[in-house]
């Protein structure tokens, strides 16, 4: 019924920049919580931002001053804008939305986009 598309990933140099987005698209759902995570090879998907529905945010300690999450309500998508990419940089990059359809609330993921950062 709902699903996150993702856009945005692909291959940068160092110091450059990339901007993600994911859509929500379906019907008879509303979003709360929307986020970024990343999983490099042989690594843990660990947590990159993170933003209320009123647009609180929080980021993880290594992306603070370089990457900026954003919402737009209106159209259910989610942005990244990664600035400044290092090659620890480099991950698939997945979306997330904590989503409500009628009474229960459910974790979406995206289908993850790449993003490498070259040297």
């Known amino acids: 019924q709902v699903h996150l598309v993702e856009s945005g990933g692909g291959l940068v140099q160092a110091g450059g920049s990339l901007r993600l987005s994911c859509a929500a698209s379906?019907?008879?759902?509303?979003?709360?919580?929307m986020g970024w995570y990343r999983q490099a090879p042989g690594k843990q998907r660990d947590l990159v931002a993170t933003?209320?529905?009123?647009?609180?945010?929080n980021y993880e300690d290594s992306v603070k001053g370089r990457f900026t999450i954003s919402r737009d309500n209106a159209k259910n998508t989610v942005y990244l804008e990664m600035n400044s990419l290092k090659p620890e940089d480099t991950a698939v990059y997945y979306c997330?939305?904590?989503?409500?359809?009628?009474?229960?609330?459910?974790?979406?993921w995206g289908q993850g986009t790449q993003v490498t950062v070259s040297s």
């Open positions: 997330y939305a904590k989503i409500r359809r009628l009474i229960a609330y459910n974790d979406y």
């Open positions: 379906g019907r008879d759902f509303s979003i709360n919580d």
């Open positions: 933003i209320t529905k009123g647009g609180t945010t």
